[in-house]
């Protein structure tokens, strides 16, 4: 079992960061992938970025490349995206998931994660 507990949402203007943090616990944070999507009210959840279990690799969706950065710290069991640039669009419940299989570019399915935080608000005023 994996635990899972985002942190740092929030209401921020457009054009300003912010930056999410996803704690884990229940087994070894570096055998495993992860990955960050987000829900807008009265749509799917989508795809955000991931990252496999070094920080060697990472995919980000069409919509946040080069806004956004996904990035791992394994001493401190924790993943972060960091976002910048932020738009109104952005605005969702964006939560972190981990992957216990092979990391690839299927990472984007969110079918493909095992275990999901609960999620944390982000808003962007215009």
């Known amino acids: 079992q994996v635990q899972l507990v985002e942190s740092g949402g929030g209401l921020v203007q457009a054009g300003g960061s912010l930056r999410l943090s996803c704690a884990a616990s229940g087994r070894t944070f570096s055998s495993y992938a992860m990955g960050w999507f987000r829900q807008a009210p009265g749509k799917e959840r989508d795809f955000v970025a991931s990252?496999?279990?070094?920080?060697?690799?990472?995919y980000y969706a069409d919509s946040v490349k080069g806004r956004f950065t996904i990035s791992r710290d394994n001493a401190k069991n924790t993943v972060y995206l960091q976002m910048n640039s932020l738009k109104p669009e952005d605005t969702a419940v964006y939560y972190c998931?981990?992957?216990?299989?092979?990391?690839?570019?299927?990472?984007?399915?969110?079918?493909?994660?095992?275990?999901w935080g609960q999620g944390t608000q982000v808003t962007v005023s215009s």
């Open positions: 990252i496999n279990w070094s920080g060697g690799r990472t």
């Open positions: 998931a981990a992957l216990m299989g092979p990391y690839d570019s299927s990472s984007f399915n969110e079918a493909m994660y095992d275990y």
